[in-house]
């Protein structure tokens, strides 16, 4: 619903006619539909229904990019004077053909939605899944807020995103999804002795077509799973974006073969060297499911297991790798994680079983009303492997 005909509320106050929640919960489409009719969640034009997810709403370029000298942290400087300073040129993203966005370099764009939270909700954002498989940098900054890729409770304001293209130009649209974001209300997260209670229950990660029980989980000290990198099963083992290549059609499906655009990386061993500054899509050994009370974020292990930068895009919204028979109950043995990531400094080894990323849960505040990939018109990750942007073709069996 667009900001003109939203009925807004005053931040400070309860939002109205949102539906009881957990406390400490992520909060889901039925509530994410709310809070868009009540304002607290407004467009510049209306929301889209296919924008809503079962826990994030994808959120929209708006119409002009700024070519700025550099990115900065969001403060008390207004957004305008910063952009007076650093901006170099602009690109307008609503012209028929959109724009070209090169590669390495730094734009600030407007989002067309924008928050007027109440006291009670905080928001956090990450890329999609498709801006990271194009090593499309980006993160989000709310003016006044010194942080990036959150939104405090109560706060009333703009949305913008910094973009930088590092492996390939891209043509980029006013109205494409880069990123999302997730509301929620208190600490959301599970401590590792609840997700212990959900792995004893239901498996979460299976090894193969074996779900893996709680003595073969391996936990963190935070409500998370230690999972691995996977490079034996696969001919190829990962892909390694080319350079000097063609600009990415970023919202047009299917539109490039990949071997114009992609390396095919082999793991001899199940190993293979990584190396410095380029950029690689890998998938982890274990297979995934997240259960609908649930929602997951892929974060980084410690670095002090190497100087690499991995998992741009990784939130798991409810049902990702979730199957259901007719009675409810959970069947098959879930979908890899991809992986993107790049290695910093020096030639980096990395093998296959090495744990190379973190799997943090979070409970939900109810089921979606539609699980992640359900009814969805269009691709989805649901059924991944190795799998590239969805602007790219699927790579000819090997």
């Not at 300073?85 to 600030?108: F, Q």
């Not at 009670?120 to 709310?142: E, K, Q």
């Not at 018109?377 to 991944?384: D, I, L, N, P, V």
Request: net charge negative.
């Amino acid at each position: 619903m667009s900001s003109s005909t939203a009925p807004a509320h005053q931040a400070g106050e309860p939002t109205p006619g949102r539906p009881a929640t957990t406390p400490g919960a992520i909060l889901v489409d039925v509530e994410l539909r709310a809070l868009i009719a009540d304002g607290a969640i407004q467009g510049a034009v209306d929301i889209a229904p296919a924008q809503v997810q079962p826990a994030s709403l994808d959120l929209r370029l708006g119409p002009k990019a700024h070519r700025v000298r550099a990115g900065f942290l969001p403060g008390v400087i207004p957004m305008e004077d910063r952009l007076a300073s650093l901006s170099t040129s602009a690109l307008d993203l609503g012209a028929a053909d959109g724009a070209v966005l090169e590669r390495g370099l730094v734009y600030l764009v407007q989002l067309e939605e924008s928050l007027q939270l109440p006291p009670d909700l905080g928001v956090r954002f990450n890329p999609r899944s498709s801006a990271g498989r194009c090593d499309i940098f980006t993160r989000v900054l709310c003016p006044g807020h010194p942080r990036f890729d959150e939104a405090p409770p109560g706060y009333n304001g703009p949305i913008w995103l910094e973009i930088s293209p590092l492996s390939f130009p891209v043509r980029l649209r006013r109205g494409d999804r880069l990123c999302q974001l997730r509301v929620h209300r208190g600490s959301p997260g599970l401590t590792t002795d609840e997700l212990r209670a959900v792995v004893a229950e239901t498996p979460l990660v299976f090894d193969g077509d074996r779900p893996l029980g709680v003595e073969e989980t391996r936990f963190d000290n935070d409500g998370g799973l230690e999972l691995n990198l996977g490079l034996l099963s696969r001919d190829p083992a990962g892909w390694r974006a080319s350079l000097h290549t063609e600009v990415v059609e970023f919202s047009e499906e299917g539109a490039h073969d990949p071997d114009l655009f992609w390396e095919p990386v082999r793991a001899p061993g199940g190993r293979c060297i990584l190396a410095p500054e380029s950029f690689y899509i890998f998938a982890s050994r274990e297979r995934l499911r997240v259960p609908p009370h649930l929602a997951a974020e892929m974060l980084p292990v410690d670095i002090g297991i190497g100087e690499l930068r991995n998992n741009y895009a990784g939130f798991f919204d409810n049902g990702f790798g979730w199957r259901e028979d007719a009675q409810g109950r959970p069947e098959g043995n879930g979908t890899p994680a991809v992986l993107e990531v790049r290695a910093h400094d020096v030639p980096f080894l990395v093998e296959d079983g090495q744990v190379f990323f973190r799997l943090k849960f979070f409970r939900a505040s109810a089921r979606p009303e539609h699980l992640y990939g359900q009814d969805r018109k269009g691709a989805s990750y649901q059924r991944q492997d190795l799998t590239l942007a969805r602007a790219f073709r699927k790579p000819p069996a090997e």
